[in-house]
């Protein structure tokens, strides 16, 4: 019954986040790990490193919960977002929505990471064999696909 | 070029504006600077600041089309006016999640 | 990188179930926590109690589970169902589904909840203060909204 | 009454099926019943089934519209025809998750 958006470094504290989610009146919990991946686009990856601009992170979250609170009602929801060097397969970013209805709550997980992902200044720096890149901006320009 | 261009204000009367500008990810590894402090004329525009720094700092030039901007945390047109005290930021693509 | 799906008295396991979806190629897991509210329709329910086709259920939930692998290529994925009495605000149903990219996690954990719903012969019935129905199977022969 | 059926089956030399009847949630509390084994003619349909059941337990009545079938735990629509040894089910509208 509470809000709750973080950005740490080490690993996300999953149970508080669930906890600030969840509510006797919810009746629905949606929630999205992301992680890093062994591999992007065909190439293995070694290792991931998070960099945000950290107090605009944490305000453009705070934006996200409020446009989801205005658009759904959902207010039990947390956002948090590690940064630094993150080992694959851990957890970068963890949200969680509840609400009365399943409806809301997954249209708030999905809008909150979906919008988490366009606007807030977060980078993530892949690490291959053979060099390494700031996702996003390739020297050919092309931008990260999901 | 901060410094001169800061001279040149005081000399025709122009108020300064002195600007922190930071810089992440692919940008502040392409000039090594994460955070430049800068000297401009009050109410200049992001796109004069930004060319400032492209003359001091040349490599971000080829990133430019694939920056977005910020001043004081919020995303701003490349038209906002600067004010003393301000804080400019060039962001790259984001790639969080 | 496995497949649950079951029928529990008793707690769900959610660690056993966000194991069995998760996988070092998988960038994105989504969940669902189904919980027991503390209201219906306005009315205060007091307790809850769900009762199942046992091996029918099962088998509808491994048809979904298959369906979701058809549409989304999603193959690690875990639905469990609590049945018996089910204390209030704790989970009766838990989905988790894990995909390389989220837009698959979220359709295929959506898919699970929305059908499983639809389909799976599980019954819940409410305890109020002034008597009890199975819920959808009303006097008044109105199904129940979410 | 389905003893009385058997008997008549035989009588005119067409063979009997055994099915389970299995009755869940409000069709269950509203018969007092949960399985019930039934004779019936080898390739009688659901719709003749559930009408004997209706006869033994006429509770079933007012719930008709609102229920559904499985036949082996395949749901089925009333025109499917029963084997001996088959498990029908009488289902409630579900309302799991």
Redesign the interface.
Known sequence: MARIVKIVEGQIDFHEALEAA?S????????????????SEGKSVHRLF????K???V?KMEEIADQIREKWGVEDIAMV?RIGEVP??EV??FIAAGS????E??SA??FA?DT??????????EFFDDGEV????TPS?R???? | MARVLADATVGTARAAAVVSVRLFAGAAEATGVRVHRMSIEDGATVDVAFDRMVEEFPALAALKSSLKFAVNQEFVEMDQRLSDGDEMAVIPPVSGG
């Open positions: 969840r006797p009146r919810n009746g629905g919990l949606a929630t999205f790990y992301g992680s890093t991946r062994d591999n998070y960099e945000a601009y107090p605009m992170a305000a977002h694959i397969g970068s970013v009365p209805h399943r409806v709550a997954f997980c999905r990471i988490l992902k366009e606007t807030v200044p977060i980078w993530k720096k700031w996702v996003g901006q320009g931008e990260s696909g999901d």
